[in-house]
């Protein structure tokens, strides 16, 4: 196994939410000897120091400071932490026919049929009563138990099943936790309450999401392929991860932004749509001695790489592709382009990410909807409307996107991790 494939591996286990994901980030780059920064207090920045800076539990931002920290040399490289699923409902428990069931709703664009039948649990964030009105215990929990499954119809119940049904997302899509006992109320709050060792009315709120418990495995006649959960968007957070840890340069700073909530449009206060990202940049550079007119100039000299996943052909379906274009897993990362600016990439960012991908021999495709399909959108075209620099769009291609496992070409794993890591070292 490549080491950028083992590290992925890991992280897909154990980002079961995007909490999930921030608290592994976190380890890595504890582990990497960086310094954690609070939002919330001055900062006191050296040259040649590595930092990350939490927020809100779900999102984080890590940056290194080169041995000439004061030039106008910015590079950045965001990706997201969130994924489409299903997430608990406040009052969750459901009680129908004798079993135990839990209310939910769909968060982003997810394929809901690949969420039948498939082993669930829980994962997130729990707000608790203590003895501070205005903070409240927060508590982050991933049940490792297989808690619940969302079973199909029976094909003699539902002769035209293979037609094609429309699942109803309020009424098709509760999971099942258990039978029902007579007499107990709330056995979901109860059973959440016994694993955080509080009561049931000691819960006063939460963020808990439904996550697929399929495990990361390879596939195909030469493991050309990694079949898992979470591909998107957990294979550009490695990266980035691997990158920011593992390479530097003597001038200028390096930055990653792993952001919140870009599956329902970006637009909170952790997401890509906020000024966190701007707000970082400039108290970075303040800490260098810029003055608020110089930190114009210096980010709109910055560059900015997002980094989400890309689609890859499906060969059952080669014509939902544009005709040219066709990118292939396995074959390399994809710089993605349109002319909607749903992929923020221009002609002069592009060519800055192919010269580098030439000089370090990064096998690289392009990808572009087709004309007459709308594609999905990405953080570079909310981030750079509030950060105006050069912007490239790239990710490695995938089958079944947003489906509760996706497929991605095992190489192409390193030929993301190559790009980000040449991109902050040359």
């Known amino acids: 196994m490549d080491r950028s494939e083992e590290a992925l591996f890991r992280l897909l286990e154990k980002g079961t939410s995007a909490v999930m994901v921030v608290r592994e980030a976190e380890a890595q780059l504890q582990a990497a000897g960086f310094e954690e920064l ?94 501070d009105v205005l903070h409240p215990e927060l508590r982050v929990i ?48 109860r059973f959440l309450a016994k694993e955080l060792e509080k009561e049931p009315e000691d819960i006063l709120d939460y963020e808990l999401w439904v996550y697929c418990q399929e495990k990361p495995r390879y596939a195909g006649m030469d493991r050309e392929f990694i079949l898992s959960p979470r591909l998107d968007n957990l294979t550009s957070v490695q990266a980035l991860l691997t990158a920011v840890t593992e390479n530097s340069r003597k001038k200028g700073i390096n930055v990653i932004a792993l952001f919140d909530h870009e599956e329902v449009g970006s637009r909170t206060k952790q997401g890509a749509g906020s000024m966190l990202l701007t707000n970082l940049l400039q108290r970075i550079l303040a800490c260098f001695g810029k003055s608020p007119a110089q930190w114009g100039e210096c980010l709109y000299n910055a560059f ?45 960012a592009a060519a800055v990410i192919e010269q580098i991908c030439r000089k370090e021999k990064i ?27 050069k912007t490239v769009d790239v990710g490695i291609p995938l089958l079944a996107m947003h489906s509760a496992v996706e497929t991605m070409g095992s ?16």
């Not at 710089?335 to 749903?342: D, L, P, R, V, Y």
């Not at 990405?378 to 620099?389: E, I, M, N, Q, R």
């Not at 190489?411 to 040359?426: N, V």
């Open 142 to 189: 991933s049940v490792e138990q297989t808690l619940g499954v969302i079973p199909n119809l029976a094909i003699h119940m539902n002769r035209d099943v293979n037609k094609g049904i429309e699942l109803n997302k309020q009424t098709d899509l509760l999971p099942i936790l258990g039978l029902a006992s007579q007499g107990q109320e709330q056995p979901f709050l």
């Open 304 to 348: 900015l790489l997002s980094v989400d996943v890309a689609h890859g052909l499906h060969p059952n379906k080669m014509g939902r592709m544009d005709i040219t274009n066709k990118p292939v897993l396995g074959k390399g990362l994809c710089i993605k382009e349109a002319s909607s600016q749903s992929y923020a990439t221009d002609c002069e």
């Open 38 to 131: 609070d939002y919330g207090k001055p900062w006191k920045l050296c040259e040649r120091g590595k930092y990350y800076v939490i927020c809100h539990d779900t999102s984080l931002f890590a940056f290194t400071i080169g041995e000439q920290a004061g030039t106008d040399d910015i590079r950045i490289a965001a990706a997201h932490t969130d994924f489409p699923c299903l997430r608990v409902k406040p009052c969750p428990d459901v009680n129908a026919g004798g079993y135990s069931q839990i209310n939910v709703e769909v968060y982003g664009g997810a394929i809901l049929n690949t969420w039948l039948d498939r082993p669930l649990s829980i994962s997130g964030r729990v707000a608790l009563a203590g003895e």
């Open 363 to 389: 096998p690289y495709q392009k990808f572009v909807n087709r004309s007459d399909l709308q594609g999905g959108g990405t953080l570079g075209a909310v981030a750079s409307s509030f950060l105006p620099v």
């Open 411 to 426: 190489r192409d794993m390193k030929s993301l991790t190559d790009l980000a890591g040449a991109y902050f070292r040359i």
